[in-house]
């Protein structure tokens, strides 16, 4: 009974394990986690039902695991072949292709969920706040250097 327990636990730090790997490598992923929290501070800003939270926590989720397994097919190709091979690219493209449909879709949902013309008088009010300026642009700065990621590529 412990094993499996041990052995759970083993899977979800293997789990976690990759997510960080992917943060720490993949900028097109840390651009997706720096969207993610713009689209829920506007969330919150626009006062957002529950159900429209939850469609936003299912879009989030869904782009990032695509992005995740995009990822994963990138590096399996790569770990089968370093030259080039039309069917590598193929594979590698598909992926890609999956991750950009699933963004549009978000985006596309996303519009739909916040198309209502009286919150955005609200949000408009709110943002306007010197507070909320300030915050915005320390998060922008900080957004760029985090998308960035680290300039010494020998750490990797």
């Given at each position: 009974m412990i094993r499996m327990f041990l052995s759970i636990f083993?899977?979800?730090?293997?789990?976690?394990?990759?997510?960080y790997r992917t943060i720490c490598e993949e900028r097109n992923?840390?651009?997706?986690?720096?969207?993610?929290?713009?689209?829920?501070?506007?969330?919150?800003?626009y006062e957002a039902t529950a159900t429209q939270w939850t469609v936003l926590?299912?879009?989030?989720?869904?782009?990032?695991s695509l992005e995740l397994i995009n990822t994963a097919l990138e590096n399996a190709v790569d770990l089968?072949?370093?030259?080039?091979?039309?069917?590598?690219?193929?594979?590698?493209d598909a992926a890609a292709g999956a991750v950009l449909i699933g963004a549009i879709a978000s985006v596309a949902v996303a519009v739909l969920l916040f198309r209502d013309p009286s919150h955005w008088s609200l949000v408009l009010q709110?943002?306007?706040?010197?507070?909320?300026?300030?915050?915005?642009?320390?998060?922008?700065?900080?957004?760029?250097?985090?998308?960035?990621?680290?300039?010494?590529?020998s750490k990797k």
């Open positions: 083993r899977g979800f730090g293997y789990a976690f394990c990759g997510i992923f840390r651009i997706h986690l720096v969207a993610v929290c713009l689209v829920s501070w506007f969330a919150a800003l926590i299912l879009l989030f989720g869904g782009v990032l089968v072949t370093d030259q080039y091979s039309p069917f590598a690219e193929k594979a590698k709110k943002i306007q706040s010197p507070v909320r300026i300030v915050c915005f642009v320390v998060f922008a700065v900080l957004a760029l250097f985090f998308v960035r990621g680290r300039t010494d590529k």
